[in-house]
Structure formats: C-alpha cells, structure tokens
C-alpha cells in the first residue's frame, strides 16, 4: 500500500503530494488516508510495518491492570497516580530500595488506564463509591415510563418537603418551619391527580393525597378562594393502582385499611429506581421551579443555605400555609390545563381516555382519612391536641367514657367522634379560625414564655415587696423600747388618746 510513496522520495519533503498519494492509496486498497500515513511514518522511522508484541510489554500491562483494579478500584478512593506509586513500590522496588529497570512510566500507566476505557467501567464506580451510588446515579436507564401504564387510573406517588419557610396563620410573626408536599401523578397521562400540602409527612399527609385525588377539584379549589372548571383538573375518583417507593408511609395499618375498602393495590418499587416513577418525580421538580423564582425574599432556600455568611431565609418568611396553598394549586393548573407534552396538556389527554375510575362519598373517604386517637368525655368536653371540643349533638355519648376521635392536623376546627352507628362532629370552643397542629403548638410554645416571662415578674415584684416589708421591720427594730405591764382598760385608754392624735 505504501510502496509508491516509499519510492517517491518527493514525498518526504512535499506535504501535499504525500497526502495526494496517501488518499489515492487509501481508495485504492478501501482503507483510511490516516492508516496509510501512519505505516508509511512508521517505516521511515524503524524500516518495519509491524512490531511484535513482546513478552515484557504483556507482563508490564498485566501488572498494571493488576495494579489499578487492587489500589484504584477500592473504597479508600486513591488517585490514579497514588495507585501508580503503590504499585511500584509493591512489585517494582527491591529490596535494597532501587527501582527496576523495567518498571512502567506514568504515561504508560496512564495510556493503559484510558486506553483500555477502564474509567467508563461500571466496577470503578461501585469500588470507590459503591453499589448505591452506581445504582442511584450512574446505572443505565432504557425506555420510557410514560408508556409503562396505557389507561389512567395509575397513579405514581412521593413526597418533598419545599424549599421555603412560612408563618402561623394564627401569629404571622411565628415560623412554623417547611411544608410537605405530595403529590399523585397520573402515569399515562402525566396530570397531577391529588396534592395535599401541609406539616405532616407519614400516613395521614398519604391518604390525605388520595382523598384529595378522589375528590372534586372545583370544590377543593374553592376553599381557597380559587375558580376553576372540571376541564381545568377533571380528575375525580379512586385510582385503581398507587406507584411508589418503600416509604414506611405507604405501609401503614389505616393505608392497608383503605386498600382493603376501596380495592386499592399499591405497587412497591425496588430502591434507587427513580426512572420508574419519572413523571412524579419530575413534577416536583417543575412545580418548584415554577413558584420559586416568583418568593424569593420571601422565605424560599437557596443553593447557599446553612453556608457562611448566608442569609438566614427563615427571617425572611412571609407566606403562611393557606396562602403557600394558592400558590402551589394554581401551579398545578399550569400543570394540568397549560404544559403541553407532544401537542395537548395533561386535562386534554385526560377526557380524550375517558377514565372511569371508582366513585366514592368525599365525607366519607375524608373521615376515613384523618388521623385516630382516644379522648375522654368530661363536663367540660374533649381534650385534645391542647384544645377543648364540644360535641354537636351528645345524643348517645356518656361522660366519663373514652372515645375514638378522627381530627384533622391542618385544620383544628373541628374533630369527629367515631361511633359504631354514626360518626359525632364536635366544634372548638377556643379558636374561630383554621389552624394546624403546628400552629396550635408554636402558639402553645409562645404563650408558655409569656407565661414564664410573666411569672419571672411576678416573682421580681414579690421579692421587692419582701425587700420593703423586711426595711420597714429593720427600722421598727431599732426604735423599739420595753413595753411597760398595761391591761386591758389602759390599752383602751391609750387607744382613743392615739386617735385624738392622728386626728389633729
């Protein structure tokens, strides 16, 4: 192939007809113009073609593979050079100190390294970082999750806790700390069935994301003031399938009770498989990005937190949950009715399936939803969450017995007295307003230390009170003088001179 180049001796000094000659070669014997200037510079160099490889060069390559797989690929994490120099100083060094003739260079050891794609090896990643590492963040992921579930009704299901702080609706200048947010996204069609948003973040905050799901959104919606049509978030109904991680959440007594009533199955994934449930995940991450640019300086976290000199964001909380709330429902009608994934949003391809999904009583699922717990019956009502109830109607409760109460954490209003035959609704005495469990706790802490503060002044004014009476004693003490024998007709005497004197 390079013969009429060698016997050209043009071809040393003229570049452009050495590369001529080169390419007609290359299309003459179907091969690279590179190939064949690189065996025609080749034979110039060392008058040979080929070079076989020899025994040494195998066994030093054999060495460094060794060598990097035994000091790389471990959990102490050394560098590319550090394993170089161990491996010298293992099999290269005698034992008089001197290094072999022999041994590899670091270009060598580096060329191997990169040469045989030893970097892209998976087994490098799970050495030094580990197997959950590789399998959270580097393993290969095939296919689409969107066409994983055809008909909806499947839901996909997680939970962030949001990057911003908010007040008590109670107090505005009480923090009450970062809300939860779960949402359930539809598998096929990518729409944001059910949200809830709040403080909690086990079992109740679960169920209360599929109440929410099943409910009517035009109805949820109004309770915060917001006006929407069914086409806007048409979802309404019992999904038949919940996806999700294995969150201690999702497996708790009152969900498998709530599985059992409705014919609920839910599906657990294996750990570290994000890309089963993309469209969840992903959602959370396009519902902050579209309210958190517009709060900034107003409580939201940014990258910087909790660094030197960085602002402390709680300071700077300015929302409380309700409004919080607003916020995230009209991000989720973006969402649903606004985002266009491959021409239609999320609502559109919604109606255009038609899903019919399990019809179920909202009041119903929501008591079914709320948390229990056990209170007894005084005079003076039902104690709990530091709060007194009275009941609506006492037909058929006993005082002094217990009961099973449902309450709800966002909105201490009201609490529900489960019965065998009937469900008894019970007011709050003390607020009017809604509140949290949060809420009622923080304004239970701040009123402690107005307390506390007003007992330290209490004492401070008893102490000075005893400093007064103790100076007005000390005074008496040094005028006193024996008191002379008297009866009791001399007392009286004494007594009416002692008025004629304070008289004048």
């Known amino acids: 192939m390079i013969q009429p180049m060698i016997d050209c001796d043009d071809c040393i000094s003229d570049k452009s007809l050495r590369y001529q000659m080169a390419a007609k070669a290359a299309q003459q014997h179907q091969t690279t113009t590179r190939r064949i ?18 025994q040494q060069a195998s066994k030093s390559n054999h060495m460094i593979e060794q060598a990097i797989r035994r000091y ?66 580097h393993r290969p992921a095939w296919g689409s999750s969107a066409g994983w579930r055809t008909q909806p009704g499947s839901y996909q299901m997680d939970a962030t806790q949001a990057d911003i702080y908010l007040v008590s609706r109670q107090d505005r200048s009480i923090v009450v700390g970062r809300p939860y947010i779960y949402l359930a996204v539809d598998t096929a069609t990518h729409l944001i069935a059910g949200v809830y948003i709040g403080f909690s973040c086990d079992e109740t905050a679960v169920m209360a994301c599929i109440a929410q799901a099943a409910s009517d959104k035009v109805e949820y919606c109004a309770r915060y003031g917001i006006e929407v049509t069914q086409e806007q978030w048409p979802s309404v109904g019992m999904p038949t399938e919940i996806i999700t991680d294995q969150g201690r959440e999702f497996f708790g007594p009152r969900m498998g009770e709530l599985c059992r009533r409705y014919g609920l199955e839910v599906l657990t994934l294996p750990p570290f498989r994000l890309d089963c449930k993309g469209s969840v995940e992903k959602s959370i991450d396009l519902l902050q990005q579209r309210y958190k640019p517009m709060l900034r300086g107003r409580g939201v976290i940014e990258d910087d937190a909790q660094e030197r000199w960085a602002t402390d964001y709680r300071t700077q909380a300015t929302l409380d949950l309700d409004d919080f709330a607003r916020v995230v429902i009209h991000s989720v009608l973006y969402l649903n009715s606004g985002r266009l994934i491959d021409g239609k949003t999320p609502a559109e391809r919604w109606l255009e399936l038609s899903p019919r999904l399990m019809a179920v009583d909202p009041q119903e699922l929501h008591i079914q939803t709320l948390p229990r717990d056990t209170a007894k019956l005084t005079r003076k009502g039902i104690r709990i969450n530091r709060m007194w109830y009275a009941p ?53 802490e701040a009123a402690k230390r107005d307390r506390g503060a007003a007992r330290a002044k209490e004492t401070a004014s008893s102490i000075a009170a005893t400093q007064a009476i103790r100076a007005i004693i000390e005074h008496a003490d040094e005028h006193r003088e024996p008191i002379r024998q008297v009866d009791g007709e001399q007392i009286k005497q004494d007594q009416i001179k002692e008025r004629g004197q304070l008289s004048e």
């Open 37 to 54: 200037l690189r065996l025609y510079y080749r034979y110039l160099a060392t008058g040979q073609l080929t070079q076989k490889r020899t």
């Open 72 to 137: 790389y690929y471990g959990s102490k994490r050394l560098s590319l050079r550090a394993a170089y120099e161990m491996m010298l100083l293992e099999d290269y060094v005698g034992q008089d100190g001197e290094m072999d003739s022999d041994a590899p260079t670091w270009s060598q050891f580096r060329h191997y390294y990169y040469g045989h794609s030893l970097h892209k090896d998976p087994q490098k990643i799970i050495a030094r970082e580990g197997l959950t590492k590789y399998q959270r963040d």
């Open 392 to 444: 609506d109607d006492a037909d058929g409760l006993t005082i002094g017995d217990s009961y099973t109460i449902a309450y709800d954490p966002a909105d201490l209003r009201r609490i529900h007295i489960i019965l065998a035959e009937r469900i008894c609704p019970c007011h709050a005495v003390e607020i009017g307003q809604s509140l949290s469990v949060c809420e009622v706790d923080a304004a239970h």
